[in-house]
């Protein structure tokens, strides 16, 4: 069976909306997922070592609370419905946590120096993305892309003397036993979150087990040190890659098998992409995949009219 025949076997329906104890479920998760974040920002800001300023999370925040708020009112305008905000202070608290989410994420994983515009860009590409790429899936219209990943990926190509925050700042002003308890707090909390709530440590063990598979076979092909091909596993940058972004419910899938097709997926292609020396490969492999599934499922009804079709012709 080959990665394209998987593929298009993946049940890509979010979790359903319809049931109240299903919604329930997910908000909770994303309180959990927003507090988590902002803390490690704020701790990161004071005390672990952050390098970016403290003006570039707000100014990435304003950027996706600002883009979030304006689309959703544009589209709801065009729907002619009560915008999903509107009601009282927790009902707008909670319609942000998304944006929150990745705002934080955005400012957190993005180092431009003192520059304050391509933070606000990188955010606002990410919020704009989950309204201009969607495709249908069961009777809703959902987006295929990882926000925050997106607006990262599409900042480190337009904006070349962008990186991304060196690793080190996560835990550099850590000495001894603090350097092992931190790694693996966060371990820890983003495993129960994931269990708990997203439902996807299957993609989350695909794709750490095809990261060390790919740095196995770059080894033995290519000749790289396996030691250098596995080093990025033991950043805190990878674990908050791992545990907080690849993992994003509302654009990966749903059955265990599929995730682990997934993580597998984004693996290989971190992997071709280190072996043509291109940087960054875990945001670019993310976002490639994403946009797979988005037009797989985007071709999927066209396959099935055809076959209808087809089916229809040789029955008459």
Known sequence: MTITQSFSQFNFTSIPQSKPTTTNHRLAGLRRFAIAITFLNILGHTFLGF????????????????????????????????????GNITTLIDFLLPAHI??????????????????????????AS?????????????HFLNPSNFGISVTLLLFPWIGIAPPYQFTENLYGWADWIF????????????????HKLPLIMGWVGGFFLQAVIRSYVFGTPLIAALLPMTGVAFVLFTFYMISDPGTTPITPKNQVIFGLSVAAAYGVLMMFHVV?????????FCFVRGLIYYLKPLVESKKVSVLSLSTN
């Open 183 to 198: 790694p693996i707090i966060i371990v820890c909390t983003g495993t129960f979150l994931n269990a708990r709530f997203t």
């Open 130 to 142: 989950k309204y201009i790429f969607r495709v249908t899936m069961g009777n809703k219209s959902r």
């Open 51 to 86: 390098e970016q300023s403290w003006a570039q999370p707000f100014v990435s925040l304003l950027a996706a609370y600002f883009m979030e708020l304006s689309l959703e009112t544009v589209e709801s305008f065009s729907l002619k419905k009560t915008p999903r905000f509107w």
């Open 280 to 288: 960054f490969g875990m945001f670019f492999g993310l976002t490639f």
């Open 102 to 127: 990745t705002g934080l994420a955005v400012a957190m994983l993005l180092y431009a120096n003192d520059r304050l515009f391509p933070i606000a860009f990188a955010a606002a590409v990410a919020i």
